[in-house]
C-alpha cells in the first residue's frame, strides 16, 4: 500500500487533478480539506503520512497550518507545501514552516514528491 495523503487546498479542481495523479502514482488520497481548519481537524482524525498543502488558503495560511501541525502532539506528517506561485516569491517562509519542502503546483507529479520526501 502506498503512502496516505491529505491534499489541502481551497480549488476544487486541483484537489480532483491532485488526487487523480497521486492515485496513478500509487499513493492512497485519505481525505481532502479545502480551508486551514479543516485541515487541521482532517490530519488529527486521518493521521495521514504525508499532506499536500496549498501556502495560500482562505483562513490560515499553509505556513501555520503547517507549524501547527508539526507542533502537534502525538502524529507528524510529512508536509510537502505547494503552490501556484514560485518559491522565489514566498521568501522564506517555506523553510521556517517546517515543511520537508515545496513543489510548484505546476511541476507536481508523484516522482516529484518521491524524490522530496527521499
Known sequence: MGKTVLIVDDHPSFRASA???LEADGYVV???AEDGGAALLAARRLRPELVLLDVRLPDIDG???ARSMLDANGHAPQIVLTSSHDSADLGDAI???GARGFIPKG???GSALAALLR
Open 63 to 65: 505556513f501555520e497550518v
Open 95 to 97: 523553510g521556517a514552516s
Open 19 to 21: 488526487r487523480r495523479m
Open 107 to 109: 511541476e507536481l507529479t
Open 30 to 32: 485519505v481525505g481532502e
